[in-house]
């Protein structure tokens, strides 16, 4: 296990056109992951901290980090705890403030890290209809991050601006690209460790839905005579707010929920036939039901 995703909290604040989130099983049953509950797990991931090293720690999963009135304390115990770890935090920024910005930066700085923002358009008014949060708002919060910041912390602003099979834009790349390239001269903002990206979005393993977009619902059959692989389900652990630990991040219906670690210790988990089933599906040692969440992704990986 290199790499980790944990969700303290089920709410985004967002409605991204993009995203599957707003029609998700968080929607239909919401929560915040307990005190207790996130140090266990912390304590129980120390066994695999040399291979973490290595990957990275995410205290978020399908989720805005921001809507846990408790994720800074929770990401400075998680630097605290795994000093050598590359924490990744991702967010649209709507409900950062001046406060939480320095205090992130107080805890990342001088660390690895990776701070990523969702920037789904080039204008206000752009991530206004594509994200349904305030456009202007979320800039002025991102405008102070990276002025405060001023070069400490690795800054990704992506924008996941068109479909893997460009059949849906939302916005032109090179003018989201130009755009910030503007507002850093604008602002007088530090470029070093900033980063302007501009991707296409996948439809999570089905559960996008955007009016007019045609694609296949089914792109593979996994089985004996289909082998497959993909790094989800053996290189990553992705655990929900009540302790549920599902296959992917593509998992927005809770349909791989293999154990939980309120009861058992993620060691139990690894080594049940839950999880061993689940495995066996991903890799093609056993035919898998036409729509598994596998044969219906189009991004390994996630």
Same mark, same amino acid.
């Given at each position: 296990? @290199?790499?980790?995703?944990?969700?303290?909290?089920?709410?985004?604040?967002?409605?991204?056109?993009?995203?599957? /989130?707003?029609?998700?099983?968080?929607?239909?049953?919401?929560?915040?992951?307990?005190?207790?509950?996130?140090? #266990?797990?912390?304590?129980?991931?120390?066994?695999?901290?040399?291979?973490?090293?290595?990957?990275?720690?995410?205290?978020?999963?399908? =989720?805005?980090?921001?809507?846990?009135? #408790?994720?800074?304390?929770?990401? &400075?115990?998680?630097?605290?705890?795994?000093?050598?770890?590359?924490?990744? %935090? $991702?967010?649209?920024?709507?409900?950062?403030?001046?406060?939480?910005? @320095?205090?992130?930066?107080?805890?990342?700085?001088?660390?690895? /890290?990776?701070?990523? %923002?969702?920037?789904?358009?080039?204008?206000?008014?752009?991530?206004?209809? =594509?994200?349904?949060?305030?456009?202007? #708002?979320?800039?002025?919060?991102?405008?102070?991050?990276?002025?405060?910041?001023?070069?400490?912390?690795?800054?990704?602003?992506?924008? !996941?601006?068109?479909?893997?099979?460009?059949?849906? &834009?939302?916005?032109?790349?090179?003018? !989201?690209? &130009?755009?910030?390239? =503007?507002?850093?001269?604008?602002?007088?903002?530090?470029?070093?460790?900033?980063?302007?990206?501009?991707?296409?979005?996948?439809?999570? $393993?089905?559960?996008?839905? %955007?009016?007019?977009?045609?694609?296949?619902?089914?792109? &593979? /059959?996994?089985?004996?005579?289909?082998?497959?692989?993909?790094?989800?389900?053996?290189?990553? +652990? /992705?655990?929900?707010?009540?302790?549920?630990?599902? +296959?992917?991040?593509?998992?927005?219906?809770?349909?791989?929920?293999?154990?939980?670690?309120?009861?058992?210790?993620?060691?139990?988990?690894?080594?049940?036939?839950?999880?061993?089933?689940?495995?066996?599906?991903?890799?093609? =040692?056993?035919?898998?039901?036409?729509?598994?969440?596998?044969?219906?992704?189009?991004? %390994?990986?996630?």
């Amino acid at each position: 296990m @290199r790499f980790v995703q944990i969700q303290t909290a089920s709410y985004c604040n967002a409605k991204c056109i993009i995203c599957p /989130h707003k029609d998700s099983w968080m929607r239909k049953h919401p929560g915040t992951m307990t005190d207790s509950l996130y140090q #266990k797990i912390l304590e129980e991931l120390q066994e695999w901290e040399d291979e973490l090293n290595t990957g990275k720690m995410c205290p978020y999963l399908m =989720n805005e980090p921001f809507c846990d009135s #408790k994720i800074l304390d929770r990401i &400075r115990l998680m630097r605290e705890m795994f000093p050598n770890t590359l924490i990744e %935090i $991702s967010t649209n920024a709507e409900l950062m403030t001046p406060d939480k910005s @320095r205090k992130l930066i107080d805890i990342l700085a001088g660390t690895k /890290h990776d701070v990523w %923002i969702s920037r789904h358009g080039v204008t206000p008014e752009d991530v206004k209809r =594509n994200m349904f949060i305030d456009g202007e #708002k979320s800039l002025e919060n991102i405008i102070y991050l990276l002025k405060e910041a001023d070069g400490q912390l690795n800054i990704a602003i992506k924008g !996941f601006l068109y479909s893997f099979d460009d059949k849906v &834009r939302l916005s032109k790349p090179r003018a !989201f690209i &130009r755009y910030w390239q =503007n507002k850093f001269k604008e602002h007088d903002i530090k470029t070093n460790n900033i980063r302007v990206v501009a991707k296409s979005f996948h439809d999570r $393993s089905g559960n996008v839905k %955007i009016k007019g977009w045609q694609k296949p619902a089914i792109v &593979r /059959h996994i089985g004996p005579n289909n082998k497959f692989y993909c790094p989800r389900v053996d290189k990553w +652990l /992705h655990i929900l707010w009540n302790g549920d630990v599902i +296959l992917c991040c593509n998992d927005y219906q809770h349909e791989t929920m293999f154990g939980n670690v309120k009861n058992q210790t993620i060691k139990e988990i690894l080594n049940s036939d839950s999880y061993k089933r689940i495995k066996d599906m991903v890799l093609g =040692n056993v035919e898998t039901p036409k729509d598994f969440i596998c044969n219906r992704c189009t991004r %390994i990986g996630g």
